[in-house]
């Protein structure tokens, strides 16, 4: 058979989010979700995963709301397409790293069929609004058949390709933070190509009074199986002015805690060297200096 056709699967087509938790009780473990199908269908062909069902989301509308609400932060069901927070004022606003991230991400065609959850979901280190999402801060909702459960996003990645989310889980809902007046974000990624996943990404979340460093949350991708937070680096940027000095410290200090490898998007020298670059970059595009 060529390697173009997909595998044969049954389709689970369910009406409401109950009778999707129920369908994946059913079939524990024999269930695969599907979102907007961007990575799901590809790596199904690709890496050879046969699911005997596909669970599509075309059906619960219920999960197609993207929410600013003042005082609490972004509601993003688990429908909503990266194209959404590109039309949402709020967004790029508030959430200055999750707009930058969902407008460098692949082509409008990708960009009108992947939705944010997905991007969470896959558990990609390359994952661009997952990076932004990870310096944000948030959590991710699951809806099982014993009730909802919330996990943190520094909790949710346990290794490449795989969640906190049990089989018999349902991701229904993203919750970011609300921001502060004083709270700086930014995103930057480096690609070969527009279409390419990130060779290397970063996300900053910074709290900030003049020009200190109050708390900071650095985020990286591509540089471990996993996404991960930079929480040596934080720390020599917390309680600190942020001085060109400072920036080649930071620098340094995110290539000894970074643990990249070669692929074929790039080798581990050039991600260590770029990592020291494009944290120094992201951290003056959020304070508003480059
Ligand atoms: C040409 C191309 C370019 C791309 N460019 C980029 C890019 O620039 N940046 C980037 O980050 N990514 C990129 N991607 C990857 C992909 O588009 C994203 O990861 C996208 O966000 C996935 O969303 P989706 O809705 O298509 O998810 P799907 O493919 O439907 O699902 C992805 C995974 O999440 C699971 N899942 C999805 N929703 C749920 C749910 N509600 N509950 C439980 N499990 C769920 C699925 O089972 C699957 O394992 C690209 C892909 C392609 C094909």
């Known amino acids: 058979m060529s390697s173009r056709v997909l595998p044969q699967f049954d389709l689970l087509t369910p009406q409401s989010i109950p009778e999707a938790v129920a369908m994946l009780s059913q079939h524990q473990g024999q269930v695969s979700v599907l979102a ?16 005997t069902y596909l669970l599509r989301l075309s059906g619960l509308d219920e999960l197609d709301y993207l929410n600013y609400i003042p005082g609490e932060g972004l509601i993003i069901g688990a429908k909503v397409k990266i194209v959404q927070l590109l039309e949402h004022p709020d967004v790029a606003e ?29 558990g990609s280190p390359a994952g661009d609004c997952s990076c932004a999402i990870l310096a944000l801060g948030g959590q991710v909702v699951l809806q099982g058949p ?27 809902e993203l919750r970011i933070p609300e921001p ?39 985020a990286m991708g591509c540089v471990g199986p996993i996404l991960v937070r930079l929480k040596q680096t934080e720390k020599l940027l917390e309680g600190q002015q942020i001085t060109g000095e400072l920036l080649e410290q930071l620098a340094a200090s995110a290539q000894e805690e970074i643990a990249p490898i070669d692929d074929q998007r790039s080798t581990e020298e050039y991600r260590r060297q770029v990592a020291g670059v494009i944290l120094r970059r992201v951290i003056e595009k959020a304070v508003g200096t480059h």
């Open 36 to 51: 907007g199908g961007t990575d799901m269908l590809l790596w199904n062909y690709i890496r050879k995963v046969k699911p």
């Open 180 to 218: 502060t007046s004083t709270t700086r974000s930014a995103f930057i990624r480096m690609t070969r190509v527009h279409e390419d996943l990130a060779k290397i990404n970063v996300a900053v979340c910074l709290e900030m009074k003049q020009n200190t460093c109050q708390r900071a949350r650095i």
């Open 94 to 122: 508030k959430f200055p790293a999750l707009y930058q991230a969902a407008s460098t991400f692949a082509t409008p065609q990708i960009r009108n069929m992947a939705t944010v959850m997905g991007n969470v979901l896959r």
């Open 146 to 172: 014993q009730g909802e459960r919330l996990v943190g996003i520094d909790d949710f990645w346990v290794a490449y390709g795989v969640t906190e989310r049990k089989n018999d889980e349902l991701a229904v």
